[in-house]
């Protein structure tokens, strides 16, 4: 072979390999940004909300994400589960009492089950105490011992967290 054949040749190999690698990277990337693979369609998705303020913006962000999340997974056929925990501050927003949210909270619990409310006992043993009566939380509120420690357990579980 001469060395103009060399070259040549060279330059074939170098094309080809260069086209392969392109090929493959567009493949990554594509599959990288499609949607799950049936596998992963069959994982549920769980979610935990965390309020610990007593902000109705807050409290309606929680809500807007918590819905947005559990209707884009039920569009698709998958399982999903959102459990809004609140806490400190954030209690108001599941007393019966003071929630400027309540009525959504209805409403949701109503139409979206996948979606669950829990509040903190220790915090409202805490506001019992300091306000000097029982502390009323609205019936679609489940008391969990610690906010905090349901939150922690959740993600040790794999439940994946936000804090709106």
């Given at each position: 072979?001469?060395?103009f054949?060399?070259?040549?040749?060279?330059?074939?190999?170098t094309?080809a390999a260069?086209?392969?690698?392109?090929?493959?990277?567009?493949?990554?990337?594509?599959?990288?940004?499609s949607?799950?693979?049936?596998?992963?369609?069959?994982?549920?998705h769980r979610?935990?909300?965390?309020?610990?303020?007593?902000?109705a913006?807050?409290?309606?962000?929680?809500?807007?994400n918590?819905?947005?999340?559990?209707?884009?997974?039920?569009?698709?056929?998958?399982?999903?589960?959102?459990?809004?925990?609140?806490?400190?501050?954030g209690?108001?927003?599941?007393?019966?009492?003071?929630?400027p949210?309540?009525?959504?909270?209805?409403?949701?619990?109503?139409?979206?089950?996948?979606?669950?409310?829990?509040?903190?006992?220790?915090?409202?043993?805490n506001?019992?105490?300091?306000?000097?009566?029982t502390?009323?939380?609205?019936?679609?509120?489940?008391?969990v011992?610690?906010?905090?420690?349901r939150?922690?357990?959740?993600?040790?579980?794999?439940?994946s967290?936000v804090?709106?």
């Amino acid at each position: 072979m001469n060395k103009f054949g060399y070259v040549i040749g060279t330059a074939i190999i170098t094309a080809a390999a260069l086209t392969l690698a392109v090929v493959g990277l567009s493949a990554t990337a594509e599959n990288q940004h499609s949607p799950k693979s049936a596998m992963d369609a069959s994982k549920p998705h769980r979610l935990v909300l965390q309020v610990n303020i007593n902000d109705a913006d807050t409290m309606n962000l929680t809500l807007n994400n918590a819905t947005n999340v559990a209707q884009y997974y039920q569009d698709l056929g998958e399982d999903v589960q959102v459990e809004v925990i609140t806490f400190g501050g954030g209690l108001h927003m599941l007393r019966a009492d003071t929630s400027p949210v309540k009525e959504r909270i209805k409403r949701i619990v109503d139409n979206t089950p996948s979606i669950s409310f829990k509040a903190c006992g220790n915090t409202r043993d805490n506001m019992s105490k300091a306000e000097k009566k029982t502390i009323p939380l609205i019936p679609e509120a489940t008391v969990v011992k610690s906010g905090v420690v349901r939150v922690m357990e959740l993600q040790e579980q794999g439940w994946s967290y936000v804090r709106p």
